[in-house]
Structure formats: C-alpha cells, structure tokens
C-alpha cells in the first residue's frame, strides 16, 4: 500500500487517515529500484503495519548498498509477534509509541492495547537485538498524580535494551483530532512536514504535572540502554 495512513485511525490526538480508499495497492513490495549511495535508510512508507501484513518484510530483499531498514508498527502484542515471525535477521530499525505510558492514559488516548501489552511487546522486539525508536507525548491537560506514580513503575519495569531512541514530543492538537474539542489551543502552529496542528494551553497545574513526568521519564531512561532526544519545537506565531 502506498500512502502515509494507518490502518489503526483510532488514536484520540490523531488524524491520520484510516481509510486504504485513495491508496495504491501493491501485491508485493518491488524494491528494484537504483538508489545512489548517500541513501541509508529505506522507511516502509506506513504508519503502522498491520500483524496481519509483516508477513511481507519476508520478500526484503537484504541491503547491498542500504545500512538498514526501518519500519512503524504499533507497539501491542499481536504486531510484536508478527514481525518476529516473518524477521528473517535484515537489518531494522523498528518504531513505535510509548506516549504516555499509563493505563488510565492508553484510554484516553484510545490507544488500544495496555501497559502490560506494550511492555511485552518491547520485550520481544529487543529480544531480537534490533534498534527500537518511540515517540513519547507530553504537555497533556489531564495527568492525575497516580499517572506520575504509574509511569514511575512503568519504567522499573523495562527490561535493558540492546538501543531505544526516545523521542520527547509536545502534544499538538491536530484538526479533525478526537481531542480536538478537549483542548484550548493558542494561536501558535505546530508546521512539519506532511503535518500541522496548534500549541494547546494547559493549566500551571497541569504543567508541573508534566514537568514532573519529564523528570521521570530522564530518571527512569537512565541504566537502561535509552537515549533521550528532544525534539525542535517548529511552532510558528507568537
Ligand atoms: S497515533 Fe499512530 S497508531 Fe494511532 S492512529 Fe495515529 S498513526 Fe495510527
């Protein structure tokens, strides 16, 4: 399938399209393509893999002048196991989402799998010795102080990875979002590539709540084989 969508769609603060409607199909993926040298990294183009389709990383062929791989899958069980078995040992780089890592949260954000799940699910991707990317979410108007205490167990609970690159992210509020009627949002415009969405406000209340979640997230990373990276904020307007 060609096209930046997922076939999830659910995510509260998301609005990816669901829909395979306007995409390109493909029976398999035809990678015969002459790729000048300074290329390094070759991205299947979809946000995520559905289980049901990683038995297609099988037809990769192996690099020859590519370094790696590098692939977006949800971070639950079902995907974690299917992309173990149809891993056939080529080099990838697998990415995913920790958000905010917390039940009570994996709710709001209709993220469809728990805590327990996603730790399980890293459990088997690091067993394959491969790097594990994922995005983490803060600037949140909602977080209880029993989410600060479950993120602190969330992270002792992580095993030591082979290498996991963490990226600290500001929740941005996308239209067409299912949360984009639960937030106040300034006048600040979130603009990347392919993307854009407005800076929301958030109570100083909820801020030294999320402040105190990056404390967190920068204690609980530590011994663990993460690297912490924060992401540019490219807001424009004042
Ligand atoms: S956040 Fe990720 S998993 Fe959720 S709908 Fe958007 S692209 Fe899909």
Redesign the pocket.
């Known amino acids: 399938m060609d096209g930046y969508h ?1 076939y ?4 509260s ?2 609005n ?1 399209p ?1 829909s395979h409607r306007d995409l390109r199909r493909r029976k398999d993926i035809n990678l015969n393509v002459e790729l000048p040298d300074y290329h390094k990294i070759i991205r299947i183009g979809t ?2 893999l559905k289980p049901s389709e990683m038995r297609l990383l099988r037809k990769l062929p192996s690099p020859v002048r590519l370094e790696l791989y590098k692939l977006s899958i ?1 971070f639950d069980k079902a995907s974690a196991e299917a992309f173990s078995e149809a891993y056939t040992g080529l080099p990838f780089v697998v990415s995913g ?1 920790l958000e905010f890592p917390t039940d009570r949260m994996w709710k709001i954000m209709n ?1 469809g799998y728990n805590t327990k799940e996603l730790i399980e699910s890293l459990n088997i991707l690091n067993d394959l010795g491969l790097t594990i990317t994922g995005g983490f979410i803060l600037g949140w108007n909602c977080l209880t102080e029993n989410d600060l205490t479950e993120l602190e167990r969330f992270f002792d609970k992580l095993p030591v990875f082979k290498k996991f690159l963490l990226f600290m992210f500001n929740l941005h509020i996308y239209p067409g979002s299912m949360i984009s009627d639960k937030y106040e949002v300034g006048h600040k415009i979130y603009n990347k590539a392919f993307y854009f969405g407005y800076t929301p406000k958030i109570s100083p209340e909820q801020e030294a709540l999320n402040n105190r979640a990056f404390k967190i997230v920068e204690a609980g990373t530590k011994g663990k084989g993460i690297i912490v990276n924060h992401i540019q904020d490219n807001t424009k307007g004042s």
């Open positions: 997922c999830w769609g659910k995510c603060y998301c990816r669901s946000d995520a949800r989402s993220k």
